[in-house]
T-cell receptor
């Protein structure tokens, strides 16, 4: 019954690989987000989708591509992984202007 | 860039009130003050938010100064489970997406 769930929880992969992180929310929210938390613990927004439409796109390499098949899902695809992509990635959701609900994160390690 | 300034760390005895300050001297009239916390290895958790009036919910109280340049989050009876990084964020409530900008936060350590 987790509100915002991400899979996998841990992801270890080699440089150059392509990987995906999945996110699902069962709260009926209309907006979903991806945040990145780096090794220094700074949390930065990457993308936001409202009703399957991209509305926030920060300065993120185009190797990162979000995909929202429906309002309850926002997946993150990363191509040609680099060492600097290692971080914890958090998915979140909100309904309109309501506060964000975050998932518990996906720890990505690129070797 | 974060628009808030918070102490890096604070300690609090269990059972006592934890008062976490936040300065936001450049806050604009339509920006709200939000508080989130992040317990180790978990996602950020919403606590409370307000515009200019003091707010209280089951988790905490938020006191905003009259000039809105600073605020204090109060955990009335801190427990060990309240040990976390607390983030104070100013943000415009806008439909279609809340672009929260997290700063470095305050590491609150609740001890016996």
């Amino acid at each position: 019954d987790t509100a915002v769930s991400q899979t996998p929880k841990y992801l270890v992969t080699q440089m150059g690989n392509d990987k995906s992180i999945k996110c699902e929310q069962n709260l009926g929210h209309d907006t979903m987000y991806w945040y990145k938390q780096d090794s220094k613990k700074f949390l930065k927004i990457m993308f936001s989708y409202n009703n399957k439409e991209l509305i926030i796109n920060e300065t993120v390499p185009n190797r990162f591509s979000p995909k929202s098949p429906d309002k309850a899902h926002l997946n993150l695809h990363i191509n040609s992984l680099e060492l600097g992509d290692s971080a914890v990635y958090f998915c979140a959701s909100s309904l309109g202007i309501s506060p964000l609900h975050f998932g518990n994160g996906t720890r990505l390690t690129v070797t | 860039d974060a628009k808030t300034t918070q102490p890096t760390s604070m300690d609090c005895a269990e059972g006592r009130a934890a008062n976490l300050p936040c300065n936001h001297s450049t806050i604009s009239g339509n920006e709200y003050v939000y508080w989130y916390r992040q317990i180790h290895s978990q996602g950020p958790q919403y606590i409370i938010h307000g515009l200019k009036n003091n707010e209280t919910n089951e988790m905490a109280s938020l006191i905003i100064t009259e000039d809105r340049k600073s605020s204090t989050l109060i955990l009335p009876h801190a427990t060990l489970r309240d040990t976390a990084v607390y983030y104070c964020i100013v943000n415009i409530l806008a439909g279609g997406g809340n672009k929260l900008t997290f700063g470095t936060g305050t590491q609150l350590k609740v001890e016996l």
